[in-house]
């Protein structure tokens, strides 16, 4: 329940919100920034992801990140004890620049989590491979008289609810050995390939 509840608030941020300048952060592991005592060491468990929706981004600074503090993005079953532990240690009268600040976005980057400033909302938009996911939307598989879609995972569901083939009980399909299709995010858009190790 609570990574669906994630999930849903990390969606309904990526869709509505407005994106400028494109920033990506692979933040620098094992080394917490913080000035906490005992602060949680970011590397392992704390920021490995699958995709996308097992991270959070987690503001530690006495500022927010432009103006002054600093983010980290970690698996979000951590972001509530790397908040209590790696947090700055602020005076009651720190100073804050007031520059305009981005929304941070959560991203997985080669199963680390990581963020960015920047979001592809468009169905097929990605900024990385973890963006994308390959749907069959046809009445058998891609290589059985159907086709397959790439897409941006988080309108996955919507491609397959409009774009799925309207299929008979019946439906005659043959019955080819069928490589996987490999999602990949090539130049800003969401495509596939047959996976190179089908038949080794």
């Known amino acids: 329940m609570k990574r669906i509840i994630h999930i849903v608030s990390i969606a ?3 869709i509505f919100a407005a994106c400028d300048g494109a920033i990506d952060y692979q ?5 917490s920034p913080s ?3 005992d602060p949680l060491t970011l590397d ?3 920021i490995s992801c699958v995709d996308a929706f097992d991270c959070a981004v987690v503001e530690l600074g006495c500022c927010d990140h432009c103006n002054g503090g600093f983010a980290v993005a970690v698996n979000f079953e951590y972001e509530s004890e790397v908040a209590e532990r790696n947090s700055e240690v602020c005076d009651a009268d720190e100073l804050c620049t007031e520059m305009a600040c981005p929304a941070l976005f959560p991203r997985c980057i080669n199963g680390d989590c990581a963020y ?4 592809a909302i468009d169905w097929q ?3 990385s491979d973890d963006d994308c996911v390959v ?6 598989d891609h290589c059985n008289g159907g086709y397959v879609m790439a897409t941006n995972l988080l309108f996955a569901e919507e491609v397959i609810e409009e774009m799925s083939d309207v299929c008979e009980e019946d439906h005659p399909c ?6 996987e299709e490999i999602p990949s995010c090539d130049e800003g858009t969401c495509t596939h390939h047959p996976d190179p190790e089908f038949g080794s």
Request: charged fraction near 20%; charge should be negative.
């Open 135 to 140: 749907v069959e939307l046809g009445c058998c």
């Open 27 to 31: 933040q620098e592991l094992g080394i």
């Open 44 to 46: 392992g468990e704390v």
């Open 125 to 127: 938009g990605c900024l």
């Open 35 to 37: 000035a906490a005592e």
């Open 12 to 14: 309904a941020l990526l």
């Open 116 to 119: 960015s400033d920047e979001v």
């Open 174 to 179: 043959t019955l080819m050995a069928c490589p």
